[in-house]
Structure formats: C-alpha cells, structure tokens
C-alpha cells in the first residue's frame, strides 16, 4: 500500500522542540520532493517547507526559517521536520506530500497530519 504517514505531532511548551517524521511506505522517498505544510485552526493550509528529490535543497517559509529544519533518511525512507523556538502561532495540523519538485504544486501523495500544539 503506498501511503505517506506522519508522526511527531504532541503538546509543546513555548520555546520547545518537536521531530515531526513523514515515513513512506509503498514507494522510495528519495525520488521525490517531500514537502510540508500545515493548516492552523481558522486558516487556509500553508506550505513550510520542502527538500528537493535531485540536489537536497532546502526551502522553507519565512515564517519558520531559522527555527525549523528539513532532512531525509532515504535509508529509513523518511523526512525529517525538526522545529525548535516553537510559538503559539506554530500550532497546526501539519501534513506531508510527495512531489517530482519543490514548487510544482502537484503532490502525488499525502499524509493524514499529526497535530502539533504549542501552549503553556
């Protein structure tokens, strides 16, 4: 079965750190872009980040840059999101999705999301 699956999500104090992980089953990971997104309460989903499939390139939004940081193991055949200095405003349902590359909008598979929430 090809699926993408996520992992990670929890509770966080302000300031704390969460490993988000997107696992893939079904397929290799690293012929794909792998991006991330999330979809916070009241607002539309929005893209965080994205690690390209043919160089690694990194991309992330300016919202995150600098505290957030995007990695694959193709040996584990899964992406990292590593967030540090996490905020109120981070708290989301944060998704993954595989695409041929970064920016083309065009994912050919998504996760179910795990929820991240950022409060004291």
């Known amino acids: 079965q090809v699926q993408l699956v996520e992992s990670g999500g929890g509770l966080v104090q302000p300031g704390g750190s969460l490993r988000l992980s997107c696992a893939a089953s079904g397929f290799t990971l690293d012929s794909y872009a792998i991006g991330w997104f999330r979809q916070r309460p009241g607002k539309e989903r929005e893209g965080v980040s994205c690690i390209d499939s043919r160089d690694d390139s990194t991309y992330y939004a300016d919202s995150v840059k600098g505290r957030f940081t995007i990695s694959r193991d193709n040996a584990k055949n899964t992406v990292y999101l590593q967030m540090n200095s996490l905020k109120p405003e981070d708290t989301a349902v944060y998704y993954c999705?595989?695409?041929?590359?970064?920016?083309?909008?065009?994912?050919?598979?998504w996760g179910q999301g795990t929820q991240v929430t950022v409060s004291s």
């Open positions: 999705a595989a695409e041929a590359e970064c920016g083309l909008a065009q994912y050919d598979y």
